[in-house]
């Protein structure tokens, strides 16, 4: 055992050694230990259209949902006003035809390489003291646009542990901040702290295969490299899924997620996790994750 | 064995790889300049295992021993989410962050300033409690750029108070800033736990420090890891403009005094010349002297209390001869019981008295309700029996069986009556016995005014006299934070003392100073030997 440890170590300092002589980034963290998944792309891989395949799923959902409740906004007569038919619900577990709506679904490993950053950006709005949309994927390095469409004070408070945290205020109606993230992170916790109900959750992931399922549980993944892919499913009360799925050239391959109502007593939910700190991490060293664009 | 403990015992990184295997680590660190940081770091983990770990935890994560009884919790250095920064929203602190906080300690949190410290051994532990977090690896931080203030204040304090509206720094703070707004029942940092809306009026106990300049600092950066968002972006994108920002900042500042208020063992009960004021409410109060008490955490016996919501006192007092008058206001955000605050209750129970995350330590008796109790607000005044003859006084904290103390006890329940004390929770109702208040509560501040005739119908009580100092002791408690009679928070002895007769007073006044300045003196010697003696009241002040 003693000799075990010790060999690791000396194996670690090697490979150690080996990026540093190798003009790494000086981190010091042993790249090998990630997978190689922080190599930066040298450009960013085109899917051929004529081979690019389909994933068509659907989160099923077994079970008696838990009741959605009113959300009481009678302090704030400008959001509870905008609700003309019939007031403002939880948000936590929607469902509709047997499905599950607002889980995040993107493809956890089997991708090669990095993709190019969309230059478009992802909104996130707020009106009628809520967040829209509830959950929402965003790119690392892409833009992330926040948008205040109510006229009173909202504050945007990201409660990310592998990404720097921010907490800014956005005091009136039609103003906008961007940020980026630089870290893949499946979920941060986005939360408005003048108003407790307000609660948005936010994927980061390196690559454009991320979806959230509609109101009736489906979502689709298109444009994939033909592979075979773990996706993962998250949600914010049931915790997550993870299931293997091959689709070939220009195949559409037909994959479910089962949730059931059972789920929620145990359930796991990454979330904001303590940064862990140990030699599988992942931690990329890839410099600031939150930058300042303004 | 957990394989993950091999790296987690120590600080992250090549620390923690270099101690493992140090013959080749050393080869390596003293290569070039790595050696001055290593021993730096070195340096600074003796400091740290010396002075802060017991807080912050071996592994830095700010869950040492000491953390579960901690409102705000310490930091976590691996998070690294400061709060007091000159940095923008989301950004690591700079050195001198870092080195201001260690000066000035963290006021208003259990964070004590480091005099104690030289400048090397800050550098040192500074650069140690940076090993702890892979994003100090990264990058390194940069102070914004602030503007001066201009100077001109020509709209204020117009200009700040609309700000203060406009910019809805009441929903959270309240419209008179003592940290009693409609969101405020519902504030978490990014632990989950309860977190306090600053009291704007008491800008000592502000985090980053007193004075429109931190404010306006604390404005742009915001307060990372607490519900205080930076204004920066706002200021970008002009939604607010400096001059706003700076009109806003000393407004705020304007909130509280420009300094800590000063301490002093005697409160002073003049004689009215026109009457005693009528309630909390009569204009009069505004020309009596006050006199401010600061309460810290009865954690002596149990049931404790580490982070109590009542931090001071404010005691003014009056007599005319036959009767005595005391009014006293304290700040609490909570007019308890009040159902907007049930969740609050319910969390600080679990945060505070359930001993929950952070292992070690006692477990307290308490059993966390399942569900809020209505619980009041109360204070009590304590008073030795009779006037001592000498220096001896019961024990401040509610007395104990041998020698009682006398109490005025009123909570927001059941009113006004006087009491004895036989101990902590031991306590003896004994009706009005001639007391009468009157309470009211507004914008998150309690004022109680109480008067009694300064002799006690029969001796139950305390009787007062005129031109001796009059031992007196306060004991504060707010519901909504499940705090009682016995869990709050509390001050150490104080004197009353009613002023004598004008007439006598002329030649009188100068020799009681002379008498009373030694006696106090006297006291502070036999205090201080006392401290010494019973190292806990130490620790009561302290924490």
Same mark, same amino acid.
């Given at each position: 055992?003693?000799?075990?440890?010790?060999?690791?170590?000396?194996?670690?300092?090697?490979?150690?050694?080996?990026?540093?002589?190798?003009?790494?980034?000086?981190?010091?963290?042993?790249?090998?230990?990630?997978?190689?998944?922080?190599?930066?792309?040298?450009?960013?891989?085109?899917?051929?259209?004529?081979?690019?395949?389909?994933?068509?799923?659907?989160?099923?959902?077994?079970?008696?949902?838990?009741?959605?409740?009113?959300?009481?906004?009678?302090?704030?007569?400008?959001?509870?006003?905008?609700?003309?038919?019939?007031?403002?619900?939880?948000?936590?577990?929607?469902?509709?035809?047997?499905?599950?709506?607002?889980?995040?679904?993107?493809?956890?490993?089997?991708?090669?390489?990095?993709?190019?950053?969309?230059?478009?950006?992802?909104?996130?709005?707020?009106?009628?003291?809520?967040?829209?949309?509830?959950?929402?994927?965003?790119?690392?390095?892409?833009?992330?646009?926040?948008?205040?469409?109510?006229?009173?004070?909202?504050?945007?408070?990201?409660?990310?542990?592998?990404?720097?945290?921010?907490?800014?205020?956005?005091?009136?109606?039609?103003?906008?901040?961007?940020?980026?993230?630089?870290?893949?992170?499946?979920?941060?916790?986005?939360?408005?702290?003048?108003?407790?109900?307000?609660?948005?959750?936010?994927?980061?992931?390196?690559?454009?295969?991320?979806?959230?399922?509609?109101?009736?549980?489906?979502?689709?993944?298109?444009?994939?490299?033909?592979?075979?892919?773990?996706?993962?499913?998250?949600?914010?009360?049931?915790?997550?899924?993870?299931?293997?799925?091959?689709?070939?050239?220009?195949?559409?391959?037909?994959?479910?997620?089962?949730?059931?109502?059972?789920?929620?007593?145990?359930?796991?939910?990454?979330?904001?996790?303590?940064?862990?700190?140990?030699?599988?991490?992942?931690?990329?060293?890839?410099?600031?994750?939150?930058?300042?664009?303004? | 064995?957990?394989?993950?403990?091999?790296?987690?015992? +120590? =600080?992250?990184?090549?620390?923690?790889?270099?101690?493992?295997?140090?013959?080749?680590?050393?080869?390596?660190?003293?290569?070039?300049?790595?050696?001055?940081?290593?021993?730096?770091?070195?340096?600074?983990?003796?400091?740290?295992?010396?002075?802060?770990?017991?807080?912050?935890?071996?592994?830095?994560?700010?869950?040492?021993?000491?953390?579960?009884?901690?409102?705000?919790?310490?930091?976590?250095?691996?998070?690294?989410?400061?709060?007091?920064?000159?940095?923008?929203?989301?950004?690591?602190?700079?050195?001198?962050?870092?080195?201001?906080?260690?000066?000035?300690?963290?006021?208003?949190?259990?964070?004590?300033?480091?005099?104690?410290?030289?400048?090397?051994?800050?550098?040192?532990?500074?650069?140690?409690?940076?090993?702890?977090?892979?994003?100090?690896?990264?990058?390194?931080?940069?102070?914004?750029?602030?503007?001066?203030?201009?100077?001109?204040?020509?709209?204020?304090?117009?200009?700040?108070?609309?700000?203060?509206?406009?910019?809805?720094?009441?929903?959270?703070?309240?419209?008179?800033?003592?940290?009693?707004?409609?969101?405020?029942?519902?504030?978490?940092?990014?632990?989950?736990?309860?977190?306090?809306?600053?009291?704007?009026?008491?800008?000592?106990?502000?985090?980053?420090?007193?004075?429109?300049?931190?404010?306006?600092?604390?404005?742009?950066?915001?307060?990372?890891?607490?519900?205080?968002?930076?204004?920066?972006?706002?200021?970008?994108?002009?939604?607010?403009?400096?001059?706003?920002?700076?009109?806003?900042?000393?407004?705020?500042?304007?909130?509280?005094?420009?300094?800590?208020?000063?301490?002093?063992?005697?409160?002073?009960?003049?004689?009215?010349?026109?009457?005693?004021?009528?309630?909390?409410?009569?204009?009069?109060?505004?020309?009596?002297?006050?006199?401010?008490?600061?309460?810290?955490?009865?954690?002596?016996?149990?049931?404790?209390?580490?982070?109590?919501?009542?931090?001071?006192?404010?005691?003014?007092?009056?007599?005319?001869?036959?009767?005595?008058?005391?009014?006293?206001?304290?700040?609490?955000?909570?007019?308890?019981?009040?159902?907007?605050?049930?969740?609050?209750?319910?969390?600080?129970?679990?945060?505070?008295?359930?001993?929950?995350?952070?292992?070690?330590?006692?477990?307290?008796?308490?059993?966390?309700?399942?569900?809020?109790?209505?619980?009041?607000?109360?204070?009590?005044?304590?008073?030795?029996?009779?006037?001592?003859?000498?220096?001896?006084? =019961?024990?401040?904290?509610?007395?104990?069986?041998?020698?009682?103390?006398?109490?005025?006890?009123?909570?927001?329940?059941?009113?006004?009556?006087?009491?004895?004390?036989?101990?902590?929770?031991?306590?003896?109702?004994?009706?009005?016995?001639?007391?009468?208040?009157?309470?009211?509560?507004?914008?998150?501040?309690? +004022?109680?005014?109480?008067?009694?005739?300064?002799?006690?119908?029969?001796?139950?009580?305390?009787?007062?006299?005129?031109?001796?100092?009059?031992?007196?002791?306060?004991?504060?408690?707010?519901?909504?934070?499940?705090?009682?009679?016995?869990?709050?928070?509390?001050?150490?002895?104080?004197?009353?003392?009613?002023?004598?007769?004008?007439?006598?007073?002329?030649?009188?006044?100068?020799?009681?100073?002379?008498?009373?300045?030694?006696?106090?003196?006297?006291?502070?010697?036999?205090?201080?030997?006392?401290?010494?003696?019973?190292?806990?009241?130490?620790?009561?002040?302290?924490?």
């Amino acid at each position: 055992m003693i000799l075990k440890r010790w060999m690791n170590g000396l194996v670690m300092v090697l490979i150690g050694s080996a990026l540093a002589c190798g003009g790494g980034d000086g981190g010091g963290e042993p790249a090998a230990e990630t997978g190689g998944e922080a190599e930066p792309a040298a450009a960013a891989p085109v899917v051929d259209p004529a081979t690019a395949a389909t994933i068509q799923g659907m989160v099923a959902f077994e079970g008696t949902p838990q009741a959605t409740t009113e959300i009481d906004m009678s302090d704030e007569p400008a959001c509870a006003e905008t609700y003309t038919e019939g007031p403002p619900m939880t948000e936590g577990v929607v469902t509709g035809n047997g499905g599950l709506a607002n889980v995040f679904v993107y493809v956890k490993e089997g991708l090669d390489g990095g993709f190019g950053t969309p230059s478009e950006p992802v909104v996130l709005d707020q009106r009628g003291c809520r967040y829209r949309p509830h959950v929402l994927g965003v790119q690392s390095g892409q833009t992330l646009l926040i948008r205040n469409s109510d006229p009173l004070l909202h504050n945007i408070n990201t409660q990310s542990t592998v990404n720097r945290g921010f907490n800014i205020s956005q005091p009136q109606a039609g103003m906008e901040s961007t940020r980026e993230f630089s870290r893949a992170e499946v979920m941060i916790p986005v939360k408005c702290d003048v108003h407790g109900w307000m609660q948005a959750y936010l994927g980061v992931v390196d690559h454009p295969y991320y979806t959230v399922s509609d109101g009736g549980g489906s979502f689709t993944l298109a444009s994939l490299p033909p592979g075979t892919y773990t996706l993962e499913a998250w949600h914010e009360v049931f915790g997550t899924i993870t299931q293997e799925v091959s689709v070939g050239a220009a195949e559409t391959a037909e994959i479910t997620f089962a949730f059931s109502a059972d789920m929620a007593k145990d359930a796991h939910v990454p979330l904001g996790e303590p940064l862990v700190l140990h030699a599988h991490m992942g931690f990329d060293h890839q410099g600031a994750s939150v930058s300042d664009s303004r | 064995m957990r394989p993950a403990r091999f790296f987690r015992s +120590r =600080p992250f990184g090549r620390s923690a790889r270099s101690t493992t295997i140090g013959w080749l680590s050393s080869t390596v660190l003293l290569a070039g300049a790595g050696a001055t940081a290593a021993q730096d770091v070195e340096r600074g983990r003796l400091v740290y295992e010396e002075w802060c770990v017991e807080c912050h935890g071996t592994e830095g994560r700010g869950d040492g021993p000491a953390a579960a009884y901690m409102l705000p919790r310490p930091r976590d250095f691996v998070q690294a989410r400061y709060q007091v920064r000159t940095t923008g929203p989301g950004e690591l602190p700079t050195d001198d962050d870092l080195r201001l906080v260690l000066r000035n300690g963290m006021p208003g949190t259990a964070m004590p300033a480091w005099p104690n410290l030289s400048g090397d051994e800050r550098d040192a532990v500074i650069a140690y409690i940076k090993e702890f977090s892979p994003f100090f690896e990264d990058e390194a931080p940069t102070a914004m750029d602030f503007s001066r203030d201009s100077g001109v204040r020509d709209e204020s304090p117009a200009s700040g108070v609309e700000a203060y509206e406009r910019l809805e720094c009441w929903k959270c703070h309240g419209s008179e800033g003592r940290g009693d707004g409609q969101s405020a029942p519902t504030l978490e940092d990014w632990r989950k736990h309860p977190i306090r809306a600053a009291d704007l009026t008491e800008p000592w106990t502000f985090n980053g420090g007193m004075g429109a300049e931190a404010i306006h600092t604390r404005f742009l950066t915001g307060l990372d890891g607490t519900p205080m968002p930076a204004y920066s972006d706002a200021l970008a994108s002009s939604v607010v403009t400096e001059r706003e920002l700076w009109d806003l900042a000393h407004y705020v500042a304007g909130l509280g005094p420009a300094d800590a208020p000063t301490q002093s063992d005697l409160i002073f009960a003049a004689q009215a010349d026109e009457g005693l004021p009528q309630g909390p409410s009569d204009d009069a109060w505004v020309e009596v002297e006050a006199f401010f008490v600061p309460l810290v955490g009865q954690v002596i016996q149990k049931p404790r209390q580490f982070a109590p919501t009542v931090d001071g006192v404010w005691v003014q007092a009056l007599h005319d001869g036959n009767n005595l008058t005391v009014r006293l206001t304290w700040n609490d955000p909570s007019r308890s019981p009040d159902p907007s605050w049930d969740e609050w209750q319910t969390k600080i129970s679990e945060t505070l008295y359930a001993d929950g995350e952070s292992g070690g330590g006692e477990r307290t008796e308490y059993e966390v309700e399942s569900a809020p109790l209505p619980l009041p607000d109360g204070l009590a005044v304590q008073f030795p029996p009779q006037i001592p003859d000498g220096l001896e006084r =019961p024990y401040f904290l509610m007395g104990d069986p041998r020698r009682p103390v006398s109490l005025w006890l009123w909570d927001s329940q059941t009113g006004l009556g006087q009491a004895t004390a036989r101990g902590l929770g031991e306590i003896e109702a004994l009706g009005s016995g001639g007391l009468t208040g009157q309470a009211d509560y507004e914008a998150g501040q309690w +004022r109680l005014t109480t008067s009694r005739a300064l002799l006690a119908p029969d001796g139950s009580a305390l009787s007062f006299r005129e031109g001796v100092a009059i031992p007196i002791a306060f004991f504060a408690w707010d519901g909504s934070s499940a705090e009682d009679v016995r869990r709050g928070s509390v001050s150490g002895w104080y004197y009353l003392y009613l002023e004598a007769p004008r007439s006598a007073a002329v030649y009188a006044l100068p020799l009681l100073a002379t008498l009373v300045t030694a006696a106090i003196a006297l006291l502070l010697a036999v205090r201080a030997r006392r401290s010494a003696a019973h190292p806990m009241e130490m620790t009561a002040q302290t924490t």
